[in-house]
């Protein structure tokens, strides 16, 4: 069963960091374009950061640009997000998203597996 597995949310202040990881698990990911996406209370899903599975190139939001970097571990199967200077308005669920390309794809409605997402709360 084709499954992916987000992890590594929680509480931190802002300013920190946290990284988020997204293992699948029934299939490689070696090709597929993988994506993260967050959804806060009252809002509308935001694409976040997607990574293309060709050559690595990567897409960011501009809420996000400069403080958070997506990378692929293909030996792990496992795609990364790290973040870093987080504010309180980067607080929502993270989802991770995987659709058969070699290309960068950038709207959910493209995206054919999903995780269940993990929690990311920014509070002091």
């Known amino acids: 069963q084709l499954q992916l597995v987000e992890s590594g949310g929680g509480l931190v202040q802002p300013g920190g960091s946290l990284r988020l990881s997204c293992a699948a698990s029934?299939?490689?990911?070696?090709?597929?374009?993988i994506g993260w996406f967050r959804q806060a209370p009252g809002k509308e899903r935001e694409g976040v950061s997607s990574i293309s599975s060709s050559d690595g190139s990567t897409y960011y939001a501009d809420s996000v640009k400069g403080r958070f970097t997506i990378s692929r571990d293909n030996t792990k199967n496992t795609v990364y997000l790290q973040m870093n200077s987080l504010k309180p308005e980067d607080t929502a669920v993270y989802y991770c998203?995987?659709?058969?390309?070699?290309?960068?794809?950038?709207?959910?409605?493209?995206?054919?597996?999903w995780g269940q997402g993990t929690q990311v709360t920014v509070s002091s």
């Open positions: 029934g299939f490689t990911l070696d090709y597929y374009a």
């Open positions: 998203a995987a659709v058969p390309s070699r290309e960068l794809v950038l709207g959910y409605r493209e995206y054919d597996y």
